[in-house]
């Protein structure tokens, strides 16, 4: 059973930043892999980033690669995601998630989701 919290979401103007944190609950976080979604308006929702269970390994979708990096905290069972050089097409709820195995657009475990606008 894993539990996740979403926070740092807001409004920001275009080329601007924000860090999103997320705490996890949950005996075996150290064993999950982490990542982070989300969902655009009127849109599914999409992957963003991963991190392996011990940090080691990072992924990100082609759109946020060089401007996003995903890291955690496994003494804490923290997940962030610091986002750099925001534009409008970010804007989404953006959710934590979790997953024994790997992270994707469906994983076991996500939480509430955070919204970010990007204003132009």
């Known amino acids: 059973q894993v539990q996740l919290e979403e926070s740092g979401g807001g409004l920001v103007q275009a080329g601007g930043s924000l860090t999103l944190s997320c705490t996890v609950s949950g005996r075996d976080f150290n064993n999950y892999a982490a990542g982070w979604l989300r969902q655009p308006p009127g849109k599914e929702r999409e992957f963003v980033a991963a991190?392996?269970?011990?940090?080691?390994?990072?992924y990100y979708t082609n759109s946020v690669e060089g401007r996003f990096t995903i890291s955690r905290d496994n003494a804490h069972n923290k997940v962030y995601l610091q986002m750099n050089s925001l534009k409008p097409e970010d804007t989404a709820v953006y959710f934590c998630?979790?997953?024994?195995?790997?992270?994707?657009?469906?994983?076991?475990?996500w939480g509430q989701g955070t919204q970010v606008t990007v204003s132009s």
């Open positions: 998630a979790a997953d024994p195995r790997i992270v994707t657009a469906a994983p076991d475990y």
């Open positions: 991190i392996t269970s011990s940090g080691g390994t990072t």
